[in-house]
């Protein structure tokens, strides 16, 4: 199922991600380019809720650019597998090699703004991230490791501590939205 198809398909889980979907479809029906950063608007990008087993922890990393704890996630880059690009982009972000995918398709679907920033000595204006976030399970015993040109920590936080450790308020929302809808799942 192309990713179009996915996004149709999903079921959103409140008023967020129902505005979020269908501004994610309208934008897919009139940018061609919404799968690269050749669109300065508005472009894709997958990100992961990783879990350990017993659902009390979440993983995370010091982003360096926003200096702030963040889920893993990055660029689709012209990837329309948007589950390929957040397993890849997991895996490289903090060193697990052992990832299970535990939510049937998209968990989630937001639009984030990003405020303009220099990137590898480049400006990058403000624009908008569409994302997709999956729900994986990991191992908390297995072995971290930082990626030193994109964060600078990578550890497991109790998950009700989640928002207290963020100091992104655009993203306190969505990680307590996260991980409301894993209690429902549960």
Request: hydrophobic share 35%; net charge negative; aromatic share 8%.
């Amino acid at each position: 199922m192309d990713l179009q198809e996915q996004i149709k398909n999903f079921n959103p889980f409140n008023e967020q991600e129902r505005v979020d979907k269908e501004m994610m479809l309208e934008y897919m029906n009139t940018f061609k380019d919404v799968l690269t950063r050749e669109n300065k608007m508005c472009h894709f990008t997958a990100s992961s809720w990783i879990v350990n087993k017993e659902r009390t922890k979440v993983l995370m990393i010091y982003h360096n650019i926003y200096q702030f704890w963040a889920w893993t996630g990055g660029h689709s880059d012209g990837d329309d597998n948007l589950l390929h690009v957040a397993l890849k982009e997991a895996k490289e972000e903090s060193g697990l090699e052992h990832l299970k995918v535990l939510s049937d398709g998209i968990y989630s679907l937001e639009i984030v703004t990003v405020d303009c920033h220099i990137k590898k000595g480049k400006f990058v204006p403000s624009h908008l991230h569409l994302d997709c976030c999956y729900l994986l399970e990991a191992n908390e015993n297995e072995p971290l490791r930082i990626k030193e040109d994109e964060n600078s920590g990578v550890k497991w936080i109790d998950i009700d501590k989640v928002t207290e450790v963020t100091n992104e308020p655009k993203m306190v929302p969505i990680y307590q939205k996260l991980n409301d809808k894993l209690l429902e799942l549960e």
